[in-house]
């Protein structure tokens, strides 16, 4: 076919055309030595050619004109820099937000050979390795389940990752006389990995630098203050740093990973992407703190969870610290604990903003251990008075809002991800790998736009027909936000269905799981699948896919009941008829 001779003659001309890269502007205030250097992940070719031009390219990027003004540098690129010369050399990225979605998307466009430049906002978190994070106060922790994990190996980063995580293998409860009862989990193909957050972010970023050093350059205490469409189709991104200067960046790429208050997405909110902010009628806060001296310790006894979701008696021994542990107390209130590498549980205290134990408890380390005692005195044994003082002083932290973005995730060559586009409670474990399933599926839309712009280009003038251009980035953007759309909004509803108030909202969270599991064990898969909270984990659906598969479910147990019921009336109608012949006679 046409295509195929295209593809053909691209990849001949690989073979036998030598270099023609032209050079990338650089920021006025980037000074750093991998200005001039080619990703380590570009073809050989690209290396040795770049090598004997260094010195033309800082002859050349010295060229680009900077005009200044009070605080405000702006670099443009060189007059020469066309649209379809850019398509030849390594396009640029602007990644605002350095969290672990940004770091993630870093990842994937270094590898796809974008000169990236990423900004954020807070402060750089300790090296991984770093003594800091035997602080339980640090940061909150996160799961990394099947779609994290997933994802971080296709960017090629899960092995850093899981360097610094301890591994979750099922859920401890304890009785009131202290006894701890483990609960495996056997019918899961993967086995939750946990760690901070923030230690998460930090085990990114030295991924970045060591692997794509090259390519990427991280700044933190760097915010984003506006975003501005121009006519050579790239998008200007206008920073602050701490000290006020203000200055801009030029880009070919922009994605916004700044979370749920997204600068980024108030820019596309002018270009027809809007988001839906629910009113949080469930309201939650939140307090942390440390559980220790759990090293070494073993569960009492110990359960097994099978595949066909049944429960056997097991002999195997479980430490505390391999699980994650849960309660709930008459009153409402709920903690969860899971479990760092460094020995010790976080354990995050659920309650509502009204409740007076909690709200007008006294700061010292005596009322907080009276609380605990009269909720949770299990959990005794491993709080220690200074973590019971300083639970007892701080205020709570509230949970996010659920939103999302609609009917678009894009405008141009601007996109959202993470938090940016589905920001969720954390009861299910979804907000970080979401996130870096949104940056695999960004990635990929951004190859296949690119292979299909150079099957339709019949040119031999491309040098590398896997790099992408400015008309690929778009059509890549546009068929991410197709894609994508639907489960980010899905996920925001599906979660939120979870999270309904009072005992109705009870009700309608644990009256679905019972029947998803009876009918799945009654019918099997076919006619009904697993709960909906179990299919948000399930890789064999996307976040869309499992919302529609569900409601196939529910029509199909309405049909049944229905069924049953008809049956039922058709019987007791006969017996009633029966038994009124019978005693006409």
């Known amino acids: 076919t046409d295509t195929a001779m295209t593809v053909a003659r691209n990849t001949l001309a690989l073979r036998r055309r030598s270099l023609n890269t032209q050079p990338q502007y650089a920021s006025a205030s980037r000074t750093q030595a991998h200005t001039t250097t080619v990703c380590m992940h570009a073809p050989r070719r690209v290396r040795r050619a770049a090598h004997e031009l260094r010195d033309v390219r800082l002859v050349q990027s010295s060229t680009a004109t900077t005009t200044s003004t009070t605080n405000i540098t702006v670099t443009e690129p060189p007059e020469s820099?066309?649209?379809?010369e850019r398509s030849r050399t390594r396009l640029v990225a602007g990644v605002v937000g350095g969290g672990p979605g940004g770091l993630a998307v870093a990842c994937a466009l270094a590898k796809r050979g974008y000169d990236v430049r990423v900004y954020e906002a807070l402060s750089q978190p300790p090296p991984p390795d770093?003594?800091?994070w035997g602080n339980p106060e640090r940061s909150y922790q996160l799961g990394i389940g099947a779609r994290g994990q997933n994802a971080l190996t296709e960017l090629g980063a899960w092995d850093a990752v899981l360097a610094n995580c301890q591994p979750a293998l099922g859920r401890l409860s304890f009785d009131d006389e202290g006894n701890s009862v483990a609960t495996l989990r056997r019918d899961k193909l993967y086995t939750t990995q946990v760690l901070q957050r923030d230690r998460l972010q930090s085990a990114l970023l030295s991924h970045v630098r060591d692997v794509h050093g090259s390519c990427v350059n991280v700044k933190f205490g760097v915010e984003c203050t506006g975003v501005e469409a121009r006519s050579d189709k790239r998008t200007a991104i206008t920073l602050r740093d701490a000290e006020g200067i203000e200055s801009t960046i030029l880009c070919d790429l922009v994605i916004g990973a700044d979370g749920a208050a997204s600068a980024v997405r108030s820019y596309l909110a002018e270009n027809g992407v809007k988001s839906r902010r629910y009113v949080d009628d469930n309201k939650l806060v939140y307090k942390t703190l440390a559980l220790r001296n759990i090293t070494g310790r073993f569960a009492t006894?110990?359960?097994?969870?099978?595949?066909?979701?049944?429960?056997?008696?097991?002999?195997?021994?479980?430490?505390?610290?391999?699980?994650?542990?849960?309660g709930r107390s008459k009153s409402g209130i709920t903690f969860d604990a899971l479990p760092t590498s460094d020995g010790h549980m976080i354990c995050v205290v659920l309650f509502k903003?009204?409740?007076e134990r909690l709200a007008k408890m006294e700061p010292t380390a005596e009322a907080a251990r009276n609380f605990f005692k009269d909720l949770f005195p299990f959990l005794l044994p491993y709080?220690?008075?200074?973590?019971?003082?300083r639970f007892a002083q701080k205020s709570p932290k509230n949970l996010p809002s659920f939103s999302y973005t609609y009917p678009k995730l894009h405008h141009g060559n601007v996109a959202l991800l993470g938090d940016a586009i589905h920001a969720v409670k954390p009861y299910f474990g979804q907000g970080v790998n979401s996130a870096f399933e949104d940056v695999v599926i960004l990635?990929?839309?951004?190859?296949?736009?690119?292979?299909?712009?150079?099957?339709?280009?019949?040119?031999?003038?491309?040098?590398d027909v896997t790099v992408d251009t400015p008309d690929s980035v778009l059509e890549g953007l546009d068929e991410y936000s197709r894609e994508r759309a639907k489960d980010a909004e899905s996920l925001v509803k599906v979660s939120r269905s979870f999270d309904r108030p009072g005992k109705l909202g009870t009700f309608l969270f644990v009256f679905p799981l019972i029947l998803d599991t009876i009918c799945n064990k009654l019918f099997g898969p076919a006619l009904c699948e697993k709960s909906s909270i179990a299919i948000l984990s399930d890789m064999k659906y996307s976040y869309s896919e499992g919302a529609a598969r569900k409601r196939r479910d529910r029509f199909v147990q309405g049909a049944i009941f229905a069924a049953i019921l008809s049956f039922v009336l058709f019987v007791a109608r006969g017996v009633f008829s029966f038994v009124r012949a019978a005693i006409g006679s």
Request: hydrophobic content about 30%; cysteine-free; proline content about 5%.
């Open 81 to 84: 820099n066309t649209r379809d």
């Open 130 to 132: 770093s003594k800091e």
């Open 301 to 326: 006894t110990t359960k097994v969870t099978m595949p066909d979701g049944s429960t056997e008696p097991s002999d195997e021994k479980v430490r505390f610290d391999e699980t994650n542990w849960g």
């Open 353 to 355: 903003p009204d409740d």
């Open 383 to 389: 709080m220690e008075d200074a973590d019971l003082e």
């Open 443 to 463: 990635s990929k839309a951004l190859a296949m736009a690119t292979a299909r712009v150079n099957a339709r280009t019949s040119t031999e003038a491309m040098d």
